[in-house]
């Protein structure tokens, strides 16, 4: 079993930050691409950011420039730094990875966490 806990969610003001982390935890074997997605009421969930094993970053155009992703494969955490915040970031923001689990031989597959709130008051 796999899991994926978020935290540092909470209430900002317009233009202030916030840290979210993800740890996993449980019999990963090796953990691939982590990302952090996001959905705000009445939308689909769309990807924010996403980060490669060797450090390489993707974010979404809205995102660009004012979060930065991060991971620490050795603690098995991500994180995502998010400045400038703005209303259009209101959402639950949710964590995901690709994951190599016991036993050695099975597939890997994705796993998500329970979510996060995020909300920014103007």
């Known amino acids: 079993q796999v899991q994926l806990v978020e935290s540092g969610g909470g209430l900002v003001q317009t233009g202030g930050s916030l840290r979210l982390s993800c740890a996993a935890s449980?019999?990963?074997?090796?953990?691939?691409?982590m990302g952090w997605y996001r959905q705000a009421p009445g939308k689909k969930r769309e990807l924010v950011a996403s980060?490669?094993?060797?450090?390489?970053?993707n974010y979404s155009d809205p995102v660009k420039g004012r979060f930065t992703i991060s991971r620490d494969n050795a603690k098995l955490l991500v994180y995502l730094q998010m400045n400038s915040l703005n209303s259009e970031d209101t959402a639950v923001y949710y964590c995901?990875?690709?994951?190599?689990?016991?036993?050695?031989?099975?597939?890997?597959?994705?796993?998500w966490g329970q979510g996060t709130q995020v909300t920014v008051s103007s």
């Open positions: 995901n990875a690709n994951v190599n689990a016991v036993p050695i031989w099975s597939r890997s597959q994705y796993y």
């Open positions: 449980g019999s990963i074997l090796k953990i691939n691409d």
């Open positions: 980060i490669t094993s060797g450090g390489s970053t």
